[in-house]
């Protein structure tokens, strides 16, 4: 499934015909057909104001079995809103608030901390005036039975969308995602993936499966991936 130049027409019936193939290669059509049904139930665990930003923990559903935590900043001071939105995604290693500073992160949260390698990417963004939701990609084990690593990752970020769509301060015509790394990976996965994403920021990572090969820890590759296409093709 090489991209090859084309008519738009063309083009966009082969990112269709992709995308499906992909998506029963990560395993998640299922979830996809059935989404809607699916409700979020999001908990509030935790809330906070610090600096420019309020910073929310929360749980959701991601399947109808499965909950994940999250994040979610806003800017405190400024116009209500809508707002733009971003999905703020960690490499391996990181967790819920590696993408924020100090400035955010909550200093009793004593099992998560800010990674300086993000650069406090999602403070910025917050205090630049978006909606941020992050929530951990970095696990090496598949949760459900008859589900992928790869998948259950994009899909929790998928899950991510939803949650951001469904917030009255965000303007869902402008939700984008950006990662670096891993998250570099899962921001190229879910820009290409749901067409909800009008920008991608991917980091640290666009490179090609060959060089995926040697070295690199394989968590990125799935049956079926390679006979499909590569990363540029994605
Ligand atoms: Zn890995």
Redesign the pocket.
Known sequence: MRYTRRSTEEARAWQEDVRARLRTLLKIDDLVQTKEKISLEPRLLSSAERGNCRIEELEIHSTPGRHIRIVVTSPVAGEEGPRPAVVCIGG?GSNLYSPYDETTVPRDSAKVKADRIYRGFGTALTVRGYVTISTTVSQ?EVREKDRSLMGERLWDLIRCLDYLESLPNVDASRIGCAGLS?GGEMAMWLGAMDERIAATVSSGFLTTMDHMEQGH?M?WKFEGLRELVDYADV
Do not use: G, R, T
């Open positions: 391996h090496h891993l820890c968590c």
